[in-house]
């Protein structure tokens, strides 16, 4: 059974920093892509950046790019996002989710964890 935990979110203050773990387990498969997701009250789920287990690649959206990284960590099976200089336009809720695509997308994303707050705000 495929399952994605997301952890790490919180309150912090604009310019601080947090990271987010998404724990992952039930994949047969060593193609997958990992790809981290927001959403904010009323608006749709956003794309934000994504990891190939395989080697490494990742993609990030420019809304994040320079202040956030992904990584990964394969015999943990846990992929890891690094949020720095955090805005509080970066509050909503993060998610992470699985895809056999190259793609931000959400829609080619397959499974999803519940998600993790992240609120910041001084």
């Known amino acids: 059974q495929v399952q994605l935990v997301e952890s790490g979110g919180g309150l912090v203050q604009p310019g601080g920093s947090l990271r987010l773990s998404c724990a992952t387990s039930?994949?047969?498969?060593?193609?997958?892509?990992i790809g981290w997701f927001r959403q904010a009250p009323g608006k749709e789920r956003e794309g934000l950046c994504y990891?190939?287990?395989?080697?490494?690649?990742?993609y990030y959206t420019d809304s994040i790019k320079g202040r956030f990284t992904i990584s990964r960590d394969n015999a943990k099976n846990t992929v890891l996002l690094q949020m720095n200089n955090l805005k509080p336009e970066d509050t909503a809720v993060y998610y992470c989710?699985?895809?056999?695509?190259?793609?931000?997308?959400?829609?080619?994303?397959?499974?999803w964890g519940r998600g993790t707050q992240v609120t910041v705000s001084s």
């Open positions: 990891i190939r287990k395989s080697d490494g690649s990742t």
């Open positions: 039930g994949f047969t498969l060593d193609y997958y892509v």
């Open positions: 989710a699985v895809s056999n695509m190259l793609t931000i997308d959400p829609d080619d994303y397959h499974y």
